[in-house]
């Protein structure tokens, strides 16, 4: 079990390009999250994903995009990237089921835009 | 969901009982008290969970007061390894996670 995986692991940009993070998990969990990490703050939800085909608006979603293409895997797009969007992005699942509803973290990815 | 109060750091012998605590004075009924750690810029780690008895398994202990206003996370022989952002967070049933600042352990040889 690779639990949740995400790619690319690093990634500069510059302002104004866009990109897509990638987020897989294998847990067959029902629901996934992307979070952001300032430094020195807590994780702030951006888009999360109850169940597959549903997607819903978290703390900060202005500026990103996401796609849950399936079961296993959830992406996050950012159209047009600014340096307030440098920061460490977590993917997170949870299998949401009736006694289970903690989350799983994937390792982040770093993201500098310049 | 309801607010939670945690020390910025704190400080521990190595092999000793971390004991984290956590105010979460406005609490409601069905709100659970979780705990997640995060290590080194890595992904948080779940820890444990509670509604009113206290909690115990293979990471931590975890008590909650009667008035489940407060609680407490207890790592009974830290190690190096357990230095980490500790994180807090009360939350209703299915409902989202919110993390604040947590408390930075710091465990010490």
């Known amino acids: 079990n690779a639990g949740v995986t995400q790619t690319p692991k690093f990634q500069v940009l510059k302002t104004g390009q866009s990109m897509t993070l990638q987020c897989a998990q294998d847990?067959?969990?029902?629901?996934m999250y992307w979070y952001r990490q300032d430094p020195g703050m807590g994780l702030r939800l951006i888009y999360y994903?109850?169940?597959?085909?549903?997607?819903d608006k978290g703390e900060v979603p202005n500026g990103y995009n996401v796609s849950r293409l399936n079961k296993r895997e959830f992406s996050l797009r950012l159209e047009s990237a600014a340096p307030s969007q440098t920061s460490v992005y977590f993917c997170a699942s949870s299998p949401r089921t009736a006694n289970n509803y903690e989350q799983y973290f994937g390792p982040g990815t770093r993201l500098t835009v310049t | 969901d309801a607010k939670t109060t945690q020390p910025p750091s704190m400080d521990c012998a190595e092999g000793r009982a971390a004991n984290l605590p956590c105010n979460h004075s406005?609490?409601?009924?069905?709100?659970?008290v979780y705990w997640y750690r995060q290590i080194h810029s890595q992904g948080p780690q779940y820890i444990i969970h509670g509604l009113k008895n206290n909690e115990t398994n293979e990471m931590a202990s975890l008590i909650i007061t009667e008035d489940r206003k407060s609680s407490t996370l207890i790592l009974p022989h830290a190690t190096l390894r357990d230095t980490a952002v500790y994180y807090c967070?009360?939350?209703?049933?299915?409902?989202?996670?919110?993390f604040g600042a947590g408390t930075i352990l710091r465990v010490k040889s």
């Open positions: 967070i009360v939350r209703e049933y299915g409902n989202k996670l919110v």
């Open positions: 406005t609490i409601s009924g069905n709100e659970y």
């Open positions: 994903s109850a169940s597959e085909g549903t997607t």
């Open positions: 847990m067959n969990h029902n629901s």
